[in-house]
């Protein structure tokens, strides 16, 4: 079943619609104001790629040229767009940690900079 994204051209709203059996005739309408006089946008899809591809374009040494080592908002960007290049929830931890990069309470060790963290994971 696709899905196909709208544009009305009265509210100029976007919406996306489940079509459930191809070659219905009732058009849709928009959601936003109730114009059945929507345009039909290009949607942007994805195509699978080998699974050895894919590894090799993350080892890409130019996916690290704007990463800064010294900021770790800029690792935490990097950390973001590896988790998603990779389509896999990598937990909680793997959250909060990231959003103590980008908070800036970690310092260059890892989690020495936040408090109580040794504590957590064991270490101290």
């Known amino acids: 079943m696709p899905i196909y994204e709208y544009r009305c051209p009265q509210c100029r709203g976007r919406f996306s619609v489940l079509v459930r059996r191809l ?15 929507v345009q039909r946008l290009v949607s942007r ?4 790629r080998p699974e ?4 090799e374009s993350l080892a890409d040494p130019a996916r690290m ?3 800064d080592e010294n900021d770790p908002r ?15 929830e990598l937990g909680p931890e793997f959250d909060e940690m990231i959003e103590q990069l980008e908070a800036g309470e970690l310092d260059e060790e890892g989690a020495a900079g936040a408090p109580g963290a040794d504590d957590d994971l064991g270490w101290g």
């Open 23 to 37: 070659g219905a005739d009732a058009g849709p309408r928009c959601p936003r104001c109730g114009n059945t006089g």
């Open 45 to 48: 899809f994805a195509a699978p």
């Open 52 to 55: 050895e591809e894919h590894l």
């Open 65 to 67: 040229a704007d990463v």
């Open 74 to 88: 800029s690792i935490a960007r990097w950390a973001r767009q590896m988790q998603r290049s990779m389509g896999e």
